[in-house]
């Protein structure tokens, strides 16, 4: 065998992404397919990648038929307790899915029905836990830190916020980010 080993590791996983690729949902009728029973981590991970941007694609164009089709086989590989990946797989595929509702306003409404008293209730709540039960508070003051630390001389950032149930935290993290010696970088939050 000739060339390194990363020549080799990354043409087996280009091998295996352009085998993915040239694969499509209609080839995957079936939930059961041996494919998809024998799938590792890293091979689910890039077929999870490749189905989520081509159902991006399709939700862009407003293409129903094939985004559900793609929803329904990410559907199949994600999950909220699964590997990371798995997870926010699950995570993009809601949002996704969430995307393609807001075309019929009336079904979307019907489906997310946002009550005024539920929502302040809500928020009444989560105040009282946080205010007794500080460890959530120190817990946000903790991963604001790590995050800065790891954007520390960055210029371009953005977060992925997966538990955007509670976004006051946000407000320390971007008051933290404005006071950067190096002056704030340019900053994305999802």
């Known amino acids: 065998m000739t060339g390194t080993a990363n020549e080799l590791s990354s043409s087996a996983t280009s091998s295996r992404l352009l085998s993915f690729m040239s694969m499509s949902p209609t080839t995957v009728n079936c939930p059961y397919a041996p494919f998809l029973r024998d799938l590792k981590s890293d091979d689910r991970g890039l077929f999870l990648i490749h189905l989520l941007l081509n159902c991006a694609t399709h939700v862009a164009a407003g293409n129903l038929p094939q985004a559900n089709t793609f929803l329904e086989h990410i559907s199949l590989l994600s999950s909220t307790n699964g590997d990371a990946m798995q997870r926010i797989a699950s995570y993009f595929t809601e949002a996704l899915a969430g995307r393609l509702?807001?075309?019929?306003?009336?079904?979307?409404?019907?489906?997310?029905?946002?009550?005024?008293?539920?929502?302040?209730?809500?928020?009444?709540?989560?105040?009282?836990?946080?205010?007794?039960?500080?460890?959530?508070r120190l817990s946000y003051l903790i991963s604001n830190q790590a995050i800065l630390e790891a954007m520390e001389g960055e210029r371009v950032v953005h977060v992925i916020d997966l538990g955007g149930s509670d976004p006051s935290h946000l407000l320390a993290f971007l008051h933290a980010v404005s006071d950067r010696p190096e002056g704030p970088p340019h900053l994305r939050i999802t």
């Open 101 to 136: 509702l807001r075309s019929w306003p009336g079904l979307y409404r019907a489906l997310n029905p946002i009550l005024p008293d539920s929502i302040s209730t809500l928020n009444h709540g989560r105040r009282l836990f946080l205010d007794l039960l500080p460890f959530l």
